[in-house]
């Protein structure tokens, strides 16, 4: 059991730059999240895939964020036309099962830097 | 709709005192209450976690929560604060269905003194 990764782990862009982030979570858990934490705040949710679906998706996540999750695997969160407002550590985590009570693990995060 | 509050964004306390970090929860149905550590630049672990069993649970690092529905609480403690406790402390409680998404609290930073 590797855990949750996250690469890049560091990413620096120049406003109006396109990033894509991405997530592997650990292996045979179908349920996937991704969650923005800004300096002093906790996570935030950002969406929700159960295998490569889609379910669920916050206000937080305008239209210039992008997720996906192919073949429920990897996933890919995409930001286009960074804004400065999007500096921020985004976190993966991952969970197996079917209720609330089954804890999500943590990747170690992607911290962005818009410059 | 589901909330967390934790009080005190900063405790400090001296190395070998007890540790309390504070959470108020707001829930319509029972919950499921968890409380991670997140190290610098680091993702977040599990402590431990609550989910209607024991009402008294015991976690990793010697760390340890009471649930109290009376008070909607669910507080982490410790009896003797170690150096390497220091750290940021995250309650969350999880949706009633759907999603199970974490609603976390704003955190509480722990300094341990020497």
């Known amino acids: 059991d590797t855990g949750v990764s996250q690469d890049p782990r560091h990413k620096i862009t120049k406003r109006g730059q396109n990033v894509t982030f991405r997530c592997d979570p650990i292996?045979?858990?179908?349920?996937l999240y991704w969650y923005r934490q800004t300096l002093g705040q906790g996570p935030e949710f950002l969406t929700y895939f159960q295998n490569e679906a889609q379910l669920e998706k916050s206000r937080l996540l305008s239209d210039r964020f992008s997720a996906e999750r192919p073949k429920g695997s990897f996933s890919t969160l995409e930001i286009q036309r960074t804004e400065q407002g999007d500096s921020a550590m985004y976190l993966c985590?991952?969970?197996?099962?079917?209720?609330?009570?089954?804890?999500?693990?943590f990747g170690p995060g992607t911290r962005l830097t818009v410059t | 709709a589901q909330s967390v509050t934790q009080l005190g964004s900063h405790v400090s306390v001296s190395e070998g005192a007890l540790v309390l970090l504070r959470c108020n929860y707001s829930?319509?149905?029972?919950?499921?209450l968890f409380w991670y550590v997140q190290y610098p630049n680091q993702g977040l672990q599990l402590l431990l976690k609550?989910?209607?069993?024991?009402?008294l649970v015991k976690g990793i690092n010697g760390f340890e929560a009471e649930f109290k529905k009376s008070e909607t609480s669910f507080h982490l403690t410790k009896p003797s604060a170690h150096m390497s406790d220091a750290a940021e402390y995250f309650c969350a409680v999880s949706a009633s269905s759907g999603t199970y998404k974490y609603i976390f609290g704003t955190g509480t930073r722990l300094k341990v003194l020497a």
């Open positions: 829930s319509s149905v029972p919950p499921y």
């Open positions: 609550y989910t209607s069993a024991a009402t």
């Open positions: 985590a991952s969970s197996v099962g079917t209720g609330g009570s089954y804890e999500q693990y």
């Open positions: 292996s045979e858990h179908n349920r």
